[in-house]
């Protein structure tokens, strides 16, 4: 049986309708569930390097909650996203995964100081937030 056009444009827009009725993850809860996801084994719940994974781990898991103090009070934004997303120059015996592919997705506008708007996986930037917020 042929689909008329106005049916199929109908379909669309009721899926539309059922899309933007659908609950909706925030920003900021997708982040949380990454950080569950990806981090708390090594650097734990409350991001101090103490996960269940840290025991015998050389080195030790950073302790997320000081990144800030130990660059001079200032969050290193890009530095945390590289690690993150798995560029580590210099460190390539680090521990840490490389977790770039899971990133992948809707990218934002990130100006990264330069003024200069760079599309950026938006669980990537939410992810850093989430880090940058723990700093005590």
Request: aromatic content about 6%.
């Given at each position: 049986?042929?689909?008329?056009?106005?049916?199929i444009?109908?379909?669309?827009?009721?899926?539309?309708?059922?899309?933007?009725?659908?609950?909706?993850?925030?920003?900021?809860?997708q982040?949380?569930?990454?950080?569950?996801?990806?981090?708390v084994?090594?650097?734990?719940?409350?991001?101090?390097?103490?996960?269940?994974?840290?025991?015998?781990?050389v080195?030790?898991p950073v302790?997320?909650?000081?990144?800030?103090?130990?660059?001079?009070?200032?969050?290193?934004?890009?530095?945390v996203?590289?690690?993150?997303?798995?560029?580590?120059?210099?460190?390539?015996?680090?521990?840490m995964?490389?977790?770039?592919?899971?990133?992948?997705g809707?990218?934002?506008?990130?100006?990264?100081?330069?003024?200069?708007?760079?599309?950026?996986?938006?669980?990537?930037?939410?992810?850093?937030?989430?880090?940058?917020?723990?700093?005590?």
């Amino acid at each position: 049986m042929k689909a008329t056009y106005g049916a199929i444009l109908s379909g669309m827009a009721m899926a539309g309708v059922i899309a933007a009725c659908a609950p909706q993850i925030t920003d900021k809860a997708q982040a949380r569930n990454d950080f569950n996801a990806l981090c708390v084994d090594c650097h734990g719940a409350t991001g101090r390097g103490d996960g269940p994974a840290a025991a015998g781990m050389v080195p030790r898991p950073v302790d997320l909650t000081r990144v800030a103090a130990k660059n001079g009070g200032t969050f290193p934004r890009l530095r945390v996203m590289g690690h993150i997303y798995g560029f580590t120059p210099g460190r390539s015996e680090s521990p840490m995964p490389e977790f770039g592919d899971l990133m992948d997705g809707p990218t934002v506008p990130y100006d990264a100081g330069d003024g200069i708007p760079t599309p950026t996986p938006a669980r990537l930037v939410a992810l850093m937030e989430y880090v940058e917020a723990m700093q005590r």
